[in-house]
């Protein structure tokens, strides 16, 4: 597969964010923190389309794992010396084998406001499973009208989302239906005043579903905002929202103790694209954490210009969207073209002029 990343035109995005400096029972790499070194080779590799660029990625060997095998970058010119001088050439795949995934952090939670001011108040009880404030809602609006604006909302096929709370408001208040009136014969994307938002009910009319995933989740453990709630109690409040994949009603996954590493983030976000290739719809919204966007993709881009690993290895802002394309070029998928045409209807003699020379050229030889 080949992820491209797509420069959408988003006036809501910002390029500040916070280092944040946890403190735990063991050491462990901070929430927010700069591209580290030495990690470990993906075939993986993203990069804007604003600058008509693209980046070559090649799989290290042969026998690489399968969670990487399956996914890499078609950019760069194949030609070695243009990859040293950094030229940039066009590249072409099957638009059968490419899904686009529209990547979207949630908005502004409670316990992005206090951790601005104190990173320890991530580690508050307080913050458990973090609401969007008012100023997230507003975001949330704002995200919605350029959704709508861009013709973005009647492409989506599916809109995926971590199962928080932060995140489902995100992802049903930008995503969602109109609003939503007793009496409909629907169920409700969310109910009014779900989560504390002081806000109306969400229908769950003309829109794309919405499923739960749990691999998506923002970094685990220590940090109460990043412990969800029981699945039972998300069906209350989003009654739309399908929780099928969730495997249990609590979270087992998150630990008081022990903090995910930053291999293991980035492990289980290379998990969740190749899981991606499950799904049969083509255009996919996800809503998601910073932190589980920024480990995953800093996965990506380590033989890229250093300009172009820096773009890809951007914080996300609070409703910030940004589009990609992955392609599967391992034959991973299995969805026929819907725009691929035969040719040759009727059948008739249509042999190339180059076919022609070529089998000239075999029949006289080289040298003749």
Same mark, same amino acid.
């Given at each position: 597969?080949?992820?491209?990343?797509?420069? %959408?035109i988003n006036p809501y995005y910002s390029e500040k964010y916070n280092i944040i400096n946890p403190i735990t029972?063991?050491?462990?790499?901070?929430?927010?923190?700069?591209?580290?070194? #030495?990690?470990?080779?993906?075939? +993986?590799?993203?990069?804007?389309?604003?600058?008509? %660029?693209c980046i070559s990625n090649r799989s290290q060997s042969h026998s690489s794992p399968p969670l990487r095998s399956r996914i890499s970058a078609l950019c760069f010119s194949s030609n070695p010396v243009a990859d040293m001088d950094g030229g940039?050439? !066009?590249?072409?795949? !099957?638009?059968?084998?490419?899904? %686009?995934l529209h990547l979207v952090r949630h908005a502004q939670g409670i316990h992005n406001v206090e951790g601005d001011k104190n990173y320890k108040a991530y580690l508050s009880p307080e913050y458990f499973d973090a609401h969007l404030t008012p100023l997230g809602w507003q975001q949330v609006d704002n995200l919605r009208k350029h959704v709508h604006a861009s013709g973005l909302s009647k492409r989506v096929d599916l809109v995926i989302t971590s199962p928080l709370i932060r995140t489902i408001q995100t992802a049903v208040g930008v995503f969602g239906g109109e609003g939503y009136t007793d009496g409909m014969?629907?169920?409700?994307?969310?109910?009014?005043?779900?989560? #504390?938002?002081s806000r109306a009910a969400i229908s769950s009319l003309n829109c794309p579903p919405v499923i739960a995933v749990e691999l998506c989740r923002e970094h685990l453990g220590v940090h109460p905002c990043d412990k969800r709630r029981n699945i039972s109690e998300y069906q209350f409040l989003f009654p739309a929202v399908d929780f099928s994949l969730m495997e249990s009603d609590e979270d087992i996954l998150w630990k008081a103790d022990i903090r995910e590493t930053t291999e293991e983030v980035?492990?289980?976000?290379?998990?969740?694209? #190749?899981?991606?290739?499950?799904?049969?719809?083509?255009? +996919?919204?996800?809503?998601?954490?910073?932190?589980?966007?920024?480990? %995953?993709?800093?996965s990506f881009g380590n033989d890229c210009h250093p300009l172009v690993k820096k773009e890809i290895c951007k914080h996300f802002a609070n409703c910030e969207l940004r589009s990609m394309v992955i392609v599967d070029r391992s034959m991973t998928g299995s969805d026929a073209s819907t725009t691929n045409y035969p040719g040759k209807i009727p059948a008739g003699l249509d042999r190339p002029s180059d076919v022609a020379d070529e089998k000239k050229l075999e029949k006289e030889g080289p040298d003749s």
């Amino acid at each position: 597969m080949t992820l491209i990343i797509k420069n %959408t035109i988003n006036p809501y995005y910002s390029e500040k964010y916070n280092i944040i400096n946890p403190i735990t029972t063991r050491p462990v790499t901070p929430r927010h923190h700069r591209h580290r070194q #030495n990690k470990p080779s993906t075939s +993986i590799s993203l990069t804007y389309l604003s600058s008509s %660029t693209c980046i070559s990625n090649r799989s290290q060997s042969h026998s690489s794992p399968p969670l990487r095998s399956r996914i890499s970058a078609l950019c760069f010119s194949s030609n070695p010396v243009a990859d040293m001088d950094g030229g940039a050439g !066009p590249s072409l795949f !099957p638009l059968h084998r490419c899904k %686009t995934l529209h990547l979207v952090r949630h908005a502004q939670g409670i316990h992005n406001v206090e951790g601005d001011k104190n990173y320890k108040a991530y580690l508050s009880p307080e913050y458990f499973d973090a609401h969007l404030t008012p100023l997230g809602w507003q975001q949330v609006d704002n995200l919605r009208k350029h959704v709508h604006a861009s013709g973005l909302s009647k492409r989506v096929d599916l809109v995926i989302t971590s199962p928080l709370i932060r995140t489902i408001q995100t992802a049903v208040g930008v995503f969602g239906g109109e609003g939503y009136t007793d009496g409909m014969d629907v169920l409700p994307l969310m109910v009014a005043n779900a989560g #504390n938002s002081s806000r109306a009910a969400i229908s769950s009319l003309n829109c794309p579903p919405v499923i739960a995933v749990e691999l998506c989740r923002e970094h685990l453990g220590v940090h109460p905002c990043d412990k969800r709630r029981n699945i039972s109690e998300y069906q209350f409040l989003f009654p739309a929202v399908d929780f099928s994949l969730m495997e249990s009603d609590e979270d087992i996954l998150w630990k008081a103790d022990i903090r995910e590493t930053t291999e293991e983030v980035a492990a289980r976000g290379l998990k969740f694209m #190749n899981w991606l290739w499950t799904r049969p719809e083509k255009e +996919i919204a996800i809503v998601t954490h910073s932190g589980f966007l920024f480990h %995953t993709l800093s996965s990506f881009g380590n033989d890229c210009h250093p300009l172009v690993k820096k773009e890809i290895c951007k914080h996300f802002a609070n409703c910030e969207l940004r589009s990609m394309v992955i392609v599967d070029r391992s034959m991973t998928g299995s969805d026929a073209s819907t725009t691929n045409y035969p040719g040759k209807i009727p059948a008739g003699l249509d042999r190339p002029s180059d076919v022609a020379d070529e089998k000239k050229l075999e029949k006289e030889g080289p040298d003749s």
